[in-house]
């Protein structure tokens, strides 16, 4: 049987998602419950529905499309996330969930009935606007962190509270979405890379063999504020100071440590924060990735030590708390081994790469097998209004995808 999706109406249904939540400055913004998303959200009811697709959501507000099998459980799932970074591209997310509901189309048409029911899925704020990373699937797969939910600050200054207000979400009710959890045979998703291999090999298709583990920290250089004009240079104990030395030493570190390695100041606050003040405050985040779980422990205490040791010299105070982290989680090598063989059935050039990035595949892989496409970003961009795709790319994606869920959803 010719067994391929339909790039014209993928494409349709991509670029019409796209100009939900298009922004003044040329990208989309559209984080989990803005009106936006609200947005997004309906119009993917209705095309689930449009497809005959059995429309379930849960507590976090993941929605579901399921094709049913001749089984009731264990579910297949196939998807990724709706909501986008402030200013974010059109395809990091869609791009996954539009293509599982255009291979469901596809199996329905053809008449396959699988044996095991497959779901499309649309998860919650994966982007972490709201409250941490990854809120809906770690809702869905009961890997919360329940403190953090119930002190309700967000990213947006407002309680969470708020930010549910009108979506008949609440705490509670993402902190039950877990019960209402069907089993889950095995979790796919596709992606675009948000680097530059696959663009710079000219190759159209990544498999993920590994997500790289996240530590996030915030932190604090504390020192003295004084006058800018009557305080000697050798007697300031200037906070911003010792966090200026702390990004190039570290930095300099990772790099020189090894090349998975990867460090980020994002977020920098001075305080008080004026013209003639010495900074006797210096608030930052680091975010530190390695994808081999002993390296980033060893690259933590490394940089923490270094925080310390500056702190010292310069006469000032380091403190720092965890506040989120991911470990580095390899992807399901079953499902990896499926994936190649129809990637070469299909005859596409391929790589295996690892994913800096997170995604929810990390998530899942915690309670099911878990494995990711990625397809090309056009120049390695992402979460950026420039972020691109081929159309080819995106077409060679999904019929992948399509034969590896055929695969599964029909053989015992
Ligand atoms: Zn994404």
New binding site residues.
Partial sequence: MNLAINIQRLQRDLEELGRIGSDLKGGVSRPSFSQADLEARAWLKKRLHEASLEIREDGAGNIFGRLRGKLEEPVILVG??LDTVINGGRF??TC?VVSALECLRTIQEKGIVPYYPLEVVAFTD??GNIIGDFLGSRAFTGTLNEEILRRGQTNFGQPLQNILEGTGISLESILRAKNEAPKVLAYLEL??E?GELLDLEAVPIGLVTKITGKRLYQATFSGQVSHAGTTPMELRRDAFIGLAELAVRATRLVAAEDEDGRLTIGRVQLHPGSFSSIPGQADFTLDLRHPERENLIDLEKKIIGLAQEIAITRGLSFYYQLVDSTEPTPMSSRLLALLEEEVRNLNYPYLKLISG?G??AQILAKITEAAMIFIPSINGL?HSPEEAIRWEDLEKGANLLLQVLVRLATSF
């Fill in positions: 990724s996330h990091d997310g996954g994966e982007e992606h675009i948000q990035a995604h929810d992402s």
